[in-house]
């Protein structure tokens, strides 16, 4: 396989081994304990939580330094443009209390937490065993959640907390990959007004062993105005509550669409929340989070239509109530405070402003002021791994993965690939002088991994290219600057897999040339227009 100009460059075994770029890991955490008394900071003693994380494939090695990771990285509007298809008004009128069940594979970054707390002494009876919150992947081994979850202010905040578990990769609650949690950061200004306004609610947890789950793209706070323009279509998610009358957490994810309310109605309920919080829901109620969706994400729709996080899961007055709207965490609020404890967080632009003719919009389903993800999600992901001259399966498994936002010229990388949509796979890459490459299918890409046929994926699969299967690598090359990666899933009425068929391997190609061939898909697609396909990107950038 020949290098290709789109910062990609397959790694052959006769090529010799590849850069392997060094950097310092981030510190460990001091436990942190204000001048009230409250600890805000704290490390988790992993012995007590005594069940072991599973999937343990990197036999307990630490991952390793990912390289440039600067703090300052976020993503700009994708240059072939998005939100052309006309705007649907229908709304969803289910409720996550006796809601929608998610389909399996979509909201793979979301996970449901469980957290126990040890009692200080025998003379109080407030104590709380175990509880659950949501959280979402937001960096390789980081959460976000709200504070309010793991910080009680009459237990010392942080204090009584013993350990903390997560599950990701499955929509059962308390099930799939198990992940312990080693430390505890909650907001220093987080605080509960007298009235329990929840202020500053956010909080991070760190985790023992990196996340399978891709990490969550996170709201830009210079396009707050546009992401939390009210009316704007929102999503939420949560195991949380099915009964207003007792607790009952869903054994399965549930969804439902919000619309975003102005900031003027949202404080005119809630007057403490300034620019920290915003309000979602409908003012006759009836969809709603409510207890147990805590700290769960809300998302908006992204420049394609991806799912892109804008808030989580913090309080309100009752669930589903007419006149009361649920609150939840600004994120672009607090892009700085996220940033500078997770290197590898991933911010996003909002949508254009003005909607215009776009193959890949059609392709998405996307619809101005949303809801995120219409006919299903596509993750992508990129991960550095080891250079090895021990290319095959062996080297694939002994690989440490690590999300990174900079990626050096010589590293090696893996892209990963999360569906939520049945049908055929595609994956593009872009470098910074414009070229495009198909990456996959290609001539040497194994297709087991993808099922019976070749480029074929199944709703909740996760793909990696290249597959353990698979004798190359993939190592970045130049040109220096913004690159990114583009999959697309369709189903057969689409018309991909034609499509794919005609461009095997490495092809390069320009900007138009991929243009045609996206229109071509496009316009096949108004003869199904609710058929399952999904559009999902990453970008990255190639520094020296």
């Given at each position: 396989m020949?290098?290709?100009?789109?910062?990609?460059?397959?790694?052959?075994?006769?090529?010799?081994?590849?850069?392997?770029?060094?950097?310092?890991?981030?510190?460990?955490?001091?436990?942190?304990?204000?001048?009230?008394?409250?600890?805000?900071?704290?490390?988790?003693?992993?012995?007590?939580?005594?069940?072991?994380?599973?999937?343990?494939?990197?036999?307990?090695?630490?991952?390793?330094?990912s390289?440039?990771?600067?703090?300052?990285?976020?993503?700009?509007?994708?240059?072939?443009?998005?939100?052309?298809?006309?705007?649907?008004?229908?709304?969803?009128?289910?409720?996550?209390?006796?809601?929608?069940?998610?389909?399996?594979?979509?909201?793979?970054?979301?996970?449901?937490?469980?957290?126990?707390?040890?009692?200080?002494?025998?003379?109080?009876?407030?104590?709380?065993?175990?509880?659950?919150?949501?959280?979402?992947?937001?960096?390789?081994?980081?959460?976000?959640?709200?504070?309010?979850?793991?910080?009680?202010?009459?237990?010392?905040?942080?204090?009584?907390?013993?350990?903390?578990?997560?599950?990701?990769?499955?929509?059962?609650?308390?099930?799939?990959?198990?992940?312990?949690?080693?430390?505890?950061?909650?907001?220093?200004?987080?605080?509960?007004?007298?009235?329990?306004?929840?202020?500053?609610?956010?909080?991070?947890?760190?985790?023992?062993?990196?996340?399978?789950?891709?990490?969550?793209k996170?709201?830009?706070?210079?396009?707050?105005?546009?992401?939390?323009?009210?009316?704007?279509?929102?999503?939420?998610?949560?195991?949380?509550?099915?009964?207003?009358?007792?607790?009952?957490?869903?054994?399965?994810?549930?969804?439902?669409?919000?619309?975003?309310?102005?900031?003027?109605?949202?404080?005119?309920?809630?007057?403490?929340?300034?620019q920290?919080?915003?309000?979602?829901?409908?003012?006759?109620?009836?969809?709603?989070?409510?207890?147990?969706?805590?700290?769960?994400?809300?998302?908006?729709?992204?420049?394609?239509?991806e799912?892109?996080?804008?808030?989580?899961?913090?309080?309100?007055?009752?669930?589903?109530?007419?006149?009361?709207y649920?609150?939840?965490?600004?994120?672009?609020?607090?892009e700085?405070?996220?940033?500078?404890?997770?290197?590898?967080?991933?911010?996003?632009?909002p949508?254009?402003?003005?909607?215009?003719?776009?193959?890949?919009?059609?392709?998405?389903?996307?619809?101005?002021?949303?809801?995120?993800?219409?006919?299903?999600q596509?993750?992508?992901?990129?991960?550095?791994?080891?250079?090895?001259?021990?290319?095959?399966?062996?080297?694939?498994?002994?690989?440490?993965?690590?999300?990174a936002?900079?990626?050096?010229?010589?590293?090696?990388?893996?892209?990963?690939?999360s569906?939520?949509?049945?049908?055929?796979?595609?994956?593009?890459?872009?470098?910074?002088?414009?070229?495009?490459?198909?990456?996959?299918?290609?001539?040497?890409?194994?297709?087991?991994?993808?099922?019976?046929?070749?480029g074929?994926?199944?709703?909740?699969?996760?793909?990696?290219?290249?597959?353990?299967?698979?004798?190359?690598?993939?190592?970045?090359?130049?040109?220096?600057?913004?690159?990114?990666?583009?999959?697309?899933?369709?189903?057969?009425?689409?018309?991909?897999?034609?499509?794919?068929?005609?461009?095997?391997?490495l092809?390069s190609?320009?900007?138009?040339?991929?243009?045609?061939?996206?229109?071509?898909?496009?316009?096949?697609?108004n003869?199904?227009?609710?058929?399952?396909?999904?559009?999902?990107?990453?970008?990255?950038?190639?520094?020296?």
């Amino acid at each position: 396989m020949r290098p290709r100009h789109c910062g990609w460059r397959a790694l052959l075994p006769a090529l010799g081994v590849g850069l392997c770029v060094s950097g310092a890991s981030a510190a460990g955490a001091q436990d942190y304990v204000a001048e009230n008394g409250l600890m805000y900071v704290k490390r988790l003693d992993l012995r007590l939580n005594k069940v072991a994380p599973a999937d343990d494939s990197d036999g307990g090695a630490q991952p390793a330094p990912s390289s440039a990771t600067g703090n300052d990285f976020h993503e700009t509007p994708i240059e072939l443009r998005a939100l052309s298809a006309p705007l649907d008004d229908s709304r969803d009128t289910t409720r996550i209390i006796n809601g929608t069940p998610s389909k399996e594979g979509n909201w793979q970054s979301a996970v449901n937490i469980v957290i126990k707390r040890g009692r200080p002494n025998r003379a109080q009876t407030y104590d709380i065993v175990e509880f659950g919150c949501g959280a979402s992947v937001i960096g390789r081994h980081w959460l976000l959640t709200a504070a309010h979850c793991v910080f009680d202010h009459k237990l010392g905040g942080l204090k009584t907390v013993q350990w903390v578990k997560a599950y990701e990769g499955s929509n059962q609650l308390r099930r799939g990959h198990l992940l312990r949690v080693s430390e505890i950061h909650v907001h220093r200004q987080y605080m509960v007004t007298p009235d329990e306004q929840y202020l500053n609610d956010l909080a991070l947890l760190k985790l023992e062993k990196d996340a399978t789950a891709p990490r969550q793209k996170l709201a830009l706070g210079s396009g707050l105005a546009t992401f939390l323009a009210e009316k704007n279509m929102a999503t939420v998610v949560g195991w949380g509550n099915t009964d207003t009358s007792a607790y009952k957490p869903s054994p399965v994810l549930l969804q439902a669409n919000v619309p975003i309310v102005s900031q003027q109605q949202c404080q005119s309920l809630y007057p403490a929340v300034g620019q920290v919080a915003f309000c979602a829901g409908y003012p006759q109620g009836g969809t709603d989070t409510c207890q147990g969706d805590s700290g769960g994400p809300l998302f908006v729709a992204g420049n394609l239509g991806e799912p892109v996080q804008v808030g989580i899961t913090s309080f309100g007055r009752g669930c589903a109530q007419a006149k009361y709207y649920g609150v939840y965490t600004n994120i672009g609020h607090f892009e700085q405070w996220i940033r500078q404890r997770v290197p590898d967080a991933t911010f996003a632009p909002p949508p254009g402003q003005q909607p215009g003719s776009s193959p890949l919009a059609d392709i998405a389903g996307a619809m101005p002021g949303g809801p995120p993800a219409p006919h299903g999600q596509v993750n992508v992901d990129i991960v550095q791994v080891s250079c090895s001259g021990e290319i095959g399966q062996k080297a694939a498994q002994k690989a440490v993965m690590r999300s990174a936002n900079r990626l050096k010229v010589g590293a090696c990388i893996k892209v990963v690939v999360s569906s939520g949509v049945t049908g055929h796979l595609k994956v593009l890459s872009r470098n910074a002088d414009g070229r495009i490459d198909t990456i996959f299918p290609n001539p040497h890409s194994g297709s087991k991994q993808l099922g019976a046929t070749d480029g074929y994926v199944r709703a909740g699969s996760t793909i990696a290219l290249p597959g353990v299967a698979d004798n190359f690598f993939y190592s970045i090359s130049a040109p220096l600057g913004r690159a990114y990666v583009i999959a697309i899933v369709a189903a057969e009425e689409v018309g991909l897999p034609k499509i794919a068929a005609a461009h095997r391997g490495l092809a390069s190609r320009t900007a138009e040339e991929v243009n045609q061939e996206l229109a071509e898909i496009a316009r096949q697609i108004n003869v199904h227009p609710r058929a399952a396909r999904a559009i999902g990107t990453r970008q990255y950038e190639v520094v020296n």
